[in-house]
Each structure stands twice: as structure tokens, then as C-alpha cells.
């Protein structure tokens, strides 16, 4: 298991590595992360959804993604409330006291899904979440050091020099420890080292002479992981455009999700992908992309409160294009209805009105994985629905796309320029991604997506085995076994 000094060390990143490594090496590996909180989330083939990074590392293990891989996902809907989805299905909503109460009643879901991959594997590798020495969260614990004791599972420990205070947070986190959950850490590594290595050699002799865990390895900063999808929105740098025949500009919502949508247009060398932040106008652009969200009113909402509902007006009247994705599909219609009260108070809000269509939110969640073709012009594509609501109206009498077994999907504005869609990952597909480039008259890459990933993948499997002692970790694995 993988644990962190705290969050955002590059836990998900090392886990994902070492899948690909131990795969590589001929075991039947599994990704695990007993509770992830992110709105970033993946279709799995069983019908339900986990984690994206998870189905990230369940990528680089060479096997299709599971709702046991992400027992608990927490999904942010407010500051302090979340969707709460037990092995792939949406349970309840909480706000974190209440969720912390709940914690005991999940830890038996979570050691079921555990035993499971268990039984399919020759390892397990486990990601832990947030910080192993939150002593204030460890009653019921089900995520970092209770979960480890539960099932007996050993523990590398993961600190991230470039943040600073590498040596004391690591040294730290052994003090705050219980005894028996610090037996459990077997070793440490350093992450994201830049610079010469030798000068922090001393650093790693000082660690383990406090801690009395061993060295298992000094990771230098990997580039090449900015070709992999995020797994949290707070990675998500803003972009200036620079360059690319099609420029587009994307709001970062405050609740935005499925994010990983925007990053294959995004590495497309024609293409000028503009993340704008909140306090900044959107800039002049062909097109506006609404991205996915998880409360759809309050981002709405948060939308207008930037003025960015005025942008894209004035963006249309100079001839430019508009697409919202799921729920900045909804964003689009002119009302959005949520009688039941799913996001906050019950109601209903006025939308953008850029298409003839409402949505009313419903309980019931559609998730799958879906392929079909976009009928402007015949391109193929495969991706996933995630979304709760039905969207009915005219303009959906023009759908955007139709699936393989004849449902259609979206909707089309009457001259065109502002389209929508319930599907994720439309432009993963090389296919679909390489006729929106030829609708704005620029060029495609011709590259694999796909192929793309799974070389950084190889790559850094490659950088792990050449910074990491491997034998000494198989020891530790086998030490556990």
C-alpha cells in the first residue's frame, strides 16, 4: 500500500507505475483505492463508476476496470457535502460529519471489494488517500492506516520534495503514528526530485536512520506525466493559448468534472486550448467548450457570477461556436429543473437559453459505456454516459450524435453553432477528434490517444525501475504475503 505525507505527493502516479511494471514482469496485478474523493470518475465494464484514476491504473495493470478497484468514491457537490457511491452505485448524499459517522459501516464493503481483487491477483497495489498522519481522522478510518491494519497490509510511505519539508514530514508522520500502524510501513520514497540526486543522498540516510524504514528509492520529476489525465481538478493548470489553427477556451468550473474530456484536444499540436480561471474574461476563440460538472445550478450559477454567460453571447454574435458537455450540456437549455432538491434547495433556474431544451434532474443515474458516430458527418466515436437527468426540447429533434443501438444523443441549435452532449471521452476517439479538427479547417496529429498513454505508461515504468530498488520491494511484498 501506498500512503502519503499528504495529498497530491503523486501517490496515483506511482501506483499507476508500478501496475504497469509488475504487469510487465508477467503477474496479474490490481489497482485498489479503499476511498477516493474526486469528481473526476471512469464507466466500468460491471456498470458502475470508480475513480478515473483507478481506471488510469487499471489501464496500466492491462485489465478492464472495476468497481471493486474503488469501493468508496466521494464526489464534491458543495464545501463540505458529497455523493457518496459504495462499489460503483450512489448510496447517499452526505456532508463530511456525517460521513465520518457512516465510515465504520463502509470499512466491511471496502475489505469485501479488497478480498476480491485478492482472489484474481498475484498482487494488489493500493493507493492510500490524502495523508497517513491525520491522527484526527484515524477512528474509523477506512482509507489510509485502518484500512491497512484491517487487512494486514504493508505500507510504502510517499513524500514529495518538491514541495519542500520532505525530511520532516516524513520523520513527522513517524512521530504522530501509532506504534502498531508504524510497524506496518516498510519503506519510503521520495518523489519528484529535480535537479542532482546526489545532493539530497545524505537526505535519505537521515530519514531512514529516524524512521528505521529502509530507502527503497529517490524518483526524479517525471514530464512526461502531464500526458496522463489529472485525477484532481486542482491539477488543472490555467492555459494561455499559444499557436494551433483552432482555438478553444474552457471555464474552469468551480465543480467541474470528467475533466480528462479537454486533454486529447489539448495535446493536439493545432490546437490552442485555453483553460481560463475564474477573474478572467474568455478570450476571443472558435470555440467555447462548457465542461462536465457535478452541480450543474451552482456552476450555472458560478458561471454567471463571472460574467462568462456574457462572453459567450458576445462570442456567438462574432460567429463563434459553442459545446457543452453533460452538464454543460444542461447549461445550455433554457431551464433546469431539480424538483427534488438533488443538488441543493428544489427548484428550478433559468439556463443560457442557447438551446431549445430542458432538463429536470432525476435520482437515477445513467452510466455506461456507448459508441455510435456523430451524424454531421459520420465519424466514429467511443466514450461513456455519467449524468443524472432527462433533457427533452425541439433542438433535440437534431441530435449531435446516434448510438449503435439507434438512441440518439443531444441536441443541435438551429444554425448550428451551439451543440450539446450527455457523452464523455467523445474525443478520445481519433476518429471523432479528428473531424472536429477538419470542421474548423485545422490539421489532425494523426496520433493514437490511446497509444499515446499507454507509451507514457512503458515510459514511466521504465523511470521507476531505473530510481526504485525493486528487489527490496518485492521483499516487502513478500513479507506481507
Keep these: 500500500m501506498f500512503q502519503g505525507t499528504g495529498s497530491n505527493v503523486g501517490k496515483s502516479l506511482l501506483v499507476a507505475g508500478f501496475c504497469r511494471l509488475f504487469a510487465n514482469r508477467g503477474l496479474r496485478v490490481r489497482p485498489f483505492k479503499p476511498q477516493n474523493m474526486s469528481n473526476n470518475a471512469a464507466v466500468t465494464d460491471d456498470g458502475g463508476e470508480i475513480g478515473r484514476a483507478q481506471a488510469l491504473q487499471a489501464l496500466a495493470a492491462r485489465v478492464a476496470p472495476s468497481v471493486h478497484m474503488n469501493p468508496v468514491l466521494l464526489k464534491p ?17 452526505a456532508n463530511a460529519r456525517a460521513y465520518q ?71 513527522g508522520t513517524k512521530s504522530v503514528l501509532d506504534p502498531e500502524d508504524s510497524a506496518l510501513i516498510g519503506g519510503f520514497i521520495v518523489n519528484r526530485m ?103 445550478i451552482a456552476d450555472l450559477a458560478a458561471l ?22 453533460c452538464g454543460g450540456y444542461q447549461m445550455l437549455g433554457r431551464t433546469i429543473a431539480d424538483p427534488l432538491g438533488l443538488e441543493g434547495p428544489a427548484g428550478e433556474v433559468p439556463g443560457l437559453g442557447l438551446l431549445d431544451i430542458a432538463t429536470t434532474l432525476r435520482p437515477a443515474k445513467h452510466l455506461g459505456m456507448v459508441t455510435g458516430q456523430s451524424l454531421a458527418d459520420g465519424a466514429a466515436f467511443a466514450g461513456y454516459e455519467m449524468h443524472m437527468g432527462e433533457t427533452t426540447g425541439p433542438d433535440t429533434a437534431r441530435p449531435l450524435l446516434r448510438f449503435t443501438d439507434g438512441r440518439a444523443d443531444g ?14 471521452g467523445l474525443f478520445a476517439h481519433d476518429d471523432q477528434r479528428a473531424a472536429l479538427l477538419r470542421r474548423f479547417g485545422a490539421a489532425s496529429s494523426g496520433l493514437s490517444h490511446h497509444a499515446s498513454v499507454d507509451s507514457v505508461l512503458n515510459l514511466l515504468a521504465t523511470h521507476l525501475e531505473d530510481h526504485v530498488d525493486i528487489a527490496a520491494m518485492e521483499r516487502l511484498i513478500q513479507s506481507a504475503a
Excluded at 493536439?268 to 474574461?281: K, N, Q, S, T
Excluded at 456574457?310 to 462574432?318: E, Q, V
Design 77 to 93: 457537490q458543495s464545501e463540505t457535502g458529497a455523493q457518496l457511491v459504495v462499489q460503483g452505485r450512489v448510496r447517499a448524499n
Design 304 to 325: 454567471r457570477a463571472e460574467g462568462w454567460d456574457i462572453d459567450i453571447a458576445t462570442h456567438l454574435r462574432r460567429g463563434g461556436r459553442v459545446l457543452g458537455l
Design 194 to 296: 529535480r535537479g542532482d540526486p546526489t545532493l539530497f543522498a545524505a537526505g535519505m540516510t537521515a530519514i531512514a536512520d529516524r524512521t528505521g524504514w529502509a530507502a527503497l528509492g529517490l524518483v526524479p520529476h517525471f514530464p512526461a506525466a502531464a500526458r496522463l489525465p489529472a485525477e484532481d481538478a486542482l491539477d488543472l493548470a490555467a492555459t494561455a493559448p499559444s499557436g494551433g489553427k483552432l482555438r478553444v477556451a474552457v471555464p474552469l468550473l468551480p465543480r467541474i468534472a470528467n475533466f480528462d474530456d479537454l486533454d486529447p484536444l489539448a495535446a493536439e499540436p493545432d490546437v490552442a486550448l485555453h483553460r481560463v480561471p475564474p477573474g478572467r474574461a474568455l478570450p476571443d476563440c472558435d470555440l467555447v467548450i462548457l465542461p462536465g460538472s457535478k452541480s450543474t
Design 411 to 424: 441536441a443541435v441549435s438551429s444554425d448550428g453553432r451551439v451543440t450539446g452532449t450527455y457523452v464523455h
Design 101 to 171: 459517522a457512516m465510515k465504520r459501516d463502509l470499512l466491511p464493503c471496502v475489505v469485501e471489494s479488497f478480498r476480491h481483487l485478492a482472489g484474481e491477483s498475484d498482487l494488489v497495489l493500493v493507493e492510500g488517500a490524502g495523508s497517513a498522519s491525520e491522527i484526527n481522522l484515524r477512528a474509523d478510518d477506512i482509507a489510509n492506516m485502518g484500512f491497512a491494519r484491517a487487512t494486514g497490509t504493508k505500507v510504502v510511505l510517499v513524500g514529495d520534495i518538491d514541495r519542500g519539508g520532505v525530511i520532516a514530514s516524513l520523520v
